[in-house]
């Protein structure tokens, strides 16, 4: 299970550092509105990550996420 988790974060982080909206709003369903707002404020800004390729996410600490079945 931890694979999973770590490869699901990893997938997740890289989109938010790419920028990807879309997918953001796919896997989110509207659940991280904060990410999304960032996101659109940085597009906005016209501004991006130095790097938006995550190398290593093997100790991820999460603060408050919810799985939801289906």
Same mark, same amino acid.
């Given at each position: 299970?931890?694979? %999973? $988790? %770590?490869?699901?974060? /990893? *997938?997740? =982080?890289?989109? =938010?550092?790419?920028?990807?909206?879309? =997918? #953001? /709003?796919?896997?989110?369903?509207? %659940?991280? $509105? #904060? &990410?999304?707002?960032?996101?659109?404020? /940085?597009?906005? *800004?016209?501004?991006?990550?130095? =790097?938006?390729? $995550?190398?290593?996410?093997? &100790?991820?600490?999460? #603060?408050?996420?919810?799985? $939801? %079945?289906?």
């Amino acid at each position: 299970m931890h694979f %999973e $988790v %770590e490869e699901i974060f /990893r *997938e997740f =982080y890289c989109n =938010y550092l790419d920028g990807n909206l879309d =997918y #953001i /709003r796919k896997l989110t369903a509207g %659940e991280a $509105v #904060i &990410v999304q707002a960032l996101i659109e404020l /940085r597009n906005k *800004e016209g501004w991006e990550f130095k =790097y938006p390729e $995550v190398l290593d996410c093997s &100790v991820p600490d999460f #603060i408050g996420a919810k799985m $939801v %079945e289906g």
